[in-house]
C-alpha cells in the first residue's frame, strides 16, 4: 500500500484537489490511473491498496473518489463493493479496467457503483471521474441543504417546545437552554449558560424536582436525562416537564378519596349510633310497660314508671325529629314560616326549659342581653330549636359546677348570640368539622353523651336559611367553647307597628308583585314570607319553565331568581325572559341571586340581562330595600 500527493502546476487552479482511492495490485498501474488524472487538470491525493485489510483502513479516510480495478486480484471488485455497501458509504466508486462483460457491468451498477469503464474506455476516466464528482458535488449541495433545513426544523421544535431542554457538559456546567427552560427556571440565559445545573445529572435519571418560584410558591417538574454527544464530547441532554397541576390534581383526588372515605365511616358510626340511641329509650319503656301491666306495683311506683315512659318516649319523639329534619334538608323541603322575631323571648325560653337540667348539674347561667335588641325576620319555631341545640349542648358538655355565659347584642346591623361554655372543650383536629353531619367527635364504643351528631349540622343549616351564620371556637380538650350566631336584624325604622311597613322611608309594596324563582322550597318560603310581610304580591315557581309560564300569566312587576338550577338556569331565564315583546313582561325588572360571590359571576348575571345581582346568603334588609328601589324605578 502506497500513497501520493502529486499536484499539476499547469491544471486550471479553480480544479479543487481531491482525494482518492485506487484498489490496484500493481503500485505501477496505480500510478499510471492517477497520471492519466493529472495530466487531465485533476489535483490528486492518491493512495494505492490491494488489501482487504489496507482497503478498510483507508475507508475511514474523507475520500472523495474510490477507483476499483476490475482486473485486481488480491481484492476483487466485488468483494470491494461488498465491503463498501457493508459500510454504508456514500462515497462514489468506479469500476475500471473491466473485462466489457454486460452481465459484470449491470451487476457492478446494481452494487452500487457510479460507473463501469472497461479497458478500451480508459481513455474517458477524466470526463467519467469529473461526471461522478459533479454528481457528488450536487449530491452534496442537495445534503447540506436538507440538513440545514433539519437543523432549522430542530431548532424551532427545541425553541417552541413546552418542555425546558438543557445540554449539560460531564461537569454539570450547562452549554444549552431552550425559553421554555428559562422559564420554568425563571432565570435568563445569561444566568445560566456556563453555569452549574443545580441539580444532579445522571444518566438514565426519571425523577421529580420542585424549583422554587419568583412568587414564593413551588413548581414540580418532571426531570429526564439521557446521554448525549455535544460537539464531539459527552453531555447530558435534560427535559423538564412542568407537571405541577398533575400533581396538584392528583393529591385533590387523593384528599377526596380519603374525604368520601371518611364520610362512609361517619355514615357507618351514624348508622351504629341511630341504632343504639334509638334502641335505647325502648328499653325503660318496654320494660316500665310489663310491669304496670303485671298489676303488682303501688301508685307510687305507678308513677314514677309512667313518668320514665313519658320521658324516654319524649327522647324517642327528639331523636325521629332530627332525623326528620335531616330528610327535609336533603331533599330541599325544609320549610321556614317567616314573621318578625323577638331573639330576647326565645333565649329566653330557652333557658327557662333548660333551667332544671342546669340547676341539677349546679350549673352557673350568665347572660348579657343588650336592652331593646329589636327584632330579625325568622321562623320563631326553627329559631328557637337553634338556640335550644346551642344551650342544651352546653349543658350536656359542662361539668358539675361548671359556667355558660350566654351574650346577645346588637353588631352593626346584626344580632349576635354568643354560648361559652367552660366545659369538655373541642379537640383541635374536629373542629373543623363540628358541623358536619355524622360527625361526632366521641367514637361510637366511647360516648359519654348520647345524641345522633345531628344537632349541630342541622342547626348551622337553619342559621343558613336565616340569611346568618354560626361559628364554633375551641382552645382544645377542657377549655370550654364559644358558639356564635348572627343574624340580620330588622332596621329600628323597619319595627314601627304604626308605619305597617318594614321601610317608613321607602315606598308601600303593597301594590307590587314579585316573582321568586328557587328549586329549593326553603329559600323560595323566606323570600315569600319576607315579601308578603312587607305587603306585597308574592308568587313563586321552583323551576324557569314555570316561571315563563307565570310572566305571561301573572305579569309580575320585578322577577327574583337564582342562577343555579336544573334544567334551566337563571341565565337561561333572563334571556328566556328577554326575547319576550314588552307586553308579554319582556322588560320586567329581574334582580338574581347566587351562592358564587365573585365580581366575575355578578358581571355574567348584568350581562345575561338581569338589572341587579345579589349574593348568598341575602341580607333580608338589603333585599328589601332593592325591591323597592325596583318598583320605585317601575313608576
Not at 358510626?269 to 334502641?279: D, G, K, V
Not at 327528639?318 to 336533603?330: G, K
Not at 333548660?354 to 347561667?365: G, V
Not at 344537632?455 to 361559628?471: C, D, K, N, P
Request: glycine residues 6%.
Amino acid at each position: 500500500m502506497k500513497s501520493s500527493e502529486t499536484q499539476n502546476l499547469t491544471s486550471k487552479s479553480t480544479l479543487p484537489k481531491i482525494e482518492i482511492l485506487i484498489v490496484q495490485d500493481s503500485y505501477s498501474s496505480a500510478e499510471a490511473i492517477a497520471s492519466l488524472l493529472i495530466k487531465a487538470g485533476f489535483k490528486l491525493i492518491w493512495h494505492q491498496v490491494s488489501t482487504q485489510a489496507d482497503y478498510l483502513a483507508h475507508l475511514s479516510r474523507d475520500l472523495d473518489l474510490i477507483l476499483v480495478d476490475d482486473c485486481q486480484t488480491q481484492l476483487p471488485s466485488k468483494e470491494a463493493l461488498r465491503l463498501w455497501v457493508e459500510k454504508k458509504l456514500t462515497i462514489p466508486v468506479l469500476i475500471i479496467n473491466g473485462e466489457g462483460k454486460i452481465p459484470d457491468a449491470v451487476a457492478a451498477i446494481k452494487a452500487g457503483a457510479s460507473n463501469y469503464l472497461t479497458s478500451a474506455e480508459m481513455k474517458q476516466l477524466p470526463l467519467a471521474v469529473e461526471q461522478v464528482l459533479q454528481e457528488q458535488f450536487h449530491f452534496c449541495v442537495q445534503l447540506r441543504k436538507c440538513v440545514h433545513e433539519s437543523e432549522q426544523q430542530l431548532q424551532k421544535l427545541i425553541t417552541e417546545n413546552a418542555d425546558g431542554i438543557i445540554a449539560v457538559d460531564e461537569q454539570g456546567i450547562v452549554q444549552f437552554v431552550n425559553p421554555a427552560a428559562l422559564q420554568l427556571l425563571q432565570k435568563s440565559s445569561t444566568q445560566l449558560l456556563g453555569e452549574s445545573f443545580g441539580f444532579p445529572v445522571v444518566n438514565g435519571d426519571y425523577l421529580e424536582v420542585d424549583i422554587p418560584q419568583t412568587q414564593g410558591h413551588i413548581l414540580v417538574a418532571q426531570m429526564r436525562v439521557s446521554q448525549i454527544l455535544w460537539q464531539g464530547t459527552t453531555a447530558y441532554l435534560v427535559s423538564l416537564r412542568d407537571i405541577t397541576k398533575l400533581k396538584q390534581a392528583e393529591e385533590e383526588k387523593v384528599k377526596l378519596l380519603a374525604e368520601a372515605q371518611a364520610a362512609n365511616r361517619a355514615k357507618d358510626e351514624f348508622l351504629a349510633i341511630l341504632s343504639h340511641e334509638l334502641r335505647t329509650p325502648l328499653n325503660p319503656i318496654v320494660g316500665w310497660s310489663q310491669l304496670i301491666s303485671g298489676g303488682t306495683l303501688n301508685q307510687t311506683q305507678i308513677e314514677q314508671g309512667v313518668e320514665i315512659i313519658h320521658r324516654n318516649a319524649m327522647l324517642q319523639a327528639q331523636l325521629i325529629e332530627e332525623i326528620l329534619d335531616l330528610s327535609r334538608i336533603v331533599r330541599g323541603k325544609l320549610q321556614l314560616e317567616i314573621s318578625k322575631v323577638n331573639l330576647s323571648k326565645i333565649v329566653t325560653y330557652a333557658l327557662e326549659n333548660l333551667h332544671l337540667a342546669a340547676q341539677a348539674k349546679s350549673i352557673e347561667i350568665i347572660t348579657h342581653f343588650e336592652p331593646d335588641l329589636g327584632l330579625v325576620y325568622g321562623d320563631p319555631t326553627r329559631l328557637q330549636q337553634v338556640i335550644w341545640n346551642l344551650l342544651s349542648n352546653a349543658v350536656k358538655f359542662t361539668s358539675d359546677r361548671g359556667r355558660i355565659e350566654i351574650t346577645l347584642k346588637k353588631i352593626g346591623n346584626t344580632a349576635q348570640l354568643q354560648v361559652t361554655d367552660n366545659g369538655k372543650g373541642i379537640e383541635p383536629e374536629f373542629l373543623p368539622y363540628v358541623f358536619d353531619y355524622f360527625r361526632q367527635a366521641e367514637n361510637v364504643t366511647s360516648r359519654v353523651v348520647g345524641g345522633l351528631g345531628l344537632g349541630l349540622a342541622i342547626v348551622r343549616h337553619l342559621v343558613e336559611l336565616h340569611g346568618g351564620t354560626v361559628t364554633a371556637h375551641s382552645d382544645g380538650i377542657g377549655q370550654g367553647a364559644t358558639f356564635i350566631v348572627t343574624l340580620p336584624m330588622i332596621d329600628s325604622c323597619e319595627q314601627s307597628k304604626s308605619e305597617g311597613s318594614l321601610f317608613r322611608s321607602l315606598k308601600d309594596l303593597s301594590q307590587v308583585k314579585v316573582l321568586v324563582v328557587d328549586d329549593d322550597e326553603s329559600s323560595r318560603n323566606l323570600l315569600v314570607g319576607v315579601l308578603k310581610n312587607e305587603g306585597a304580591e308574592a308568587i313563586a315557581t321552583a323551576s324557569g319553565s314555570d316561571a315563563l309560564t307565570a310572566i305571561q300569566k301573572s305579569h309580575p312587576d320585578i322577577l327574583v331568581s337564582d342562577i343555579v338550577m336544573p334544567e334551566m338556569d337563571g341565565y337561561q331565564l333572563i334571556q328566556r325572559v328577554r326575547e319576550l315583546p314588552a307586553e308579554q313582561g319582556g322588560n320586567l325588572s329581574a334582580i338574581s341571586l347566587s351562592a358564587y360571590t365573585s365580581s366575575i359571576d355578578a358581571q355574567q348575571s348584568l350581562a345575561a340581562g338581569f338589572d341587579l345581582h345579589l349574593n348568598k346568603p341575602l341580607d333580608l334588609n338589603n333585599f328589601l330595600k332593592v325591591v323597592t328601589q325596583l318598583a320605585q324605578k317601575n313608576l
